[in-house]
């Protein structure tokens, strides 16, 4: 397996994505695109209408907010029960 992740439904219609990850190896190949692909298209078949995420703030969790940017994923506020703080960033995409 190159690169994993999952969706966990958190309210109705609102799905969190979790633990996006791919081997370093294989990073920037495509892999990991193709798995958010995936999980944004299964959200849809879910009749899920929001994808929300946690990821880092610091340097090394750049390439993957890009990624997250280029399918829709936008910075929102803590979701859930997650709190403000400064290595966190918080994003969502209406599907």
């Known amino acids: 397996m190159l690169a994993i992740g999952g969706l966990k439904v958190i309210a109705p219609g609102h799905a969190e994505l979790k633990s996006m990850h791919t ?8 892999a990991g695109r193709k798995v958010l692909q995936a ?8 009749g899920l209408q929001a994808v929300s995420l946690e990821t880092g703030s610091e340097g090394p969790f ?5 990624l997250y940017q280029s399918h829709g994923f936008k910075e929102c506020t803590p979701f859930g029960a997650y709190a403000e703080g400064p290595l966190s960033v918080f994003m969502a995409c209406v599907i």
């Open 23 to 30: 081997l370093e190896a294989v990073r920037g190949q495509g």
């Open 39 to 46: 999980l944004i298209k299964q959200a849809g078949t879910m």
């Open 62 to 66: 750049e390439p993957a907010r890009q």
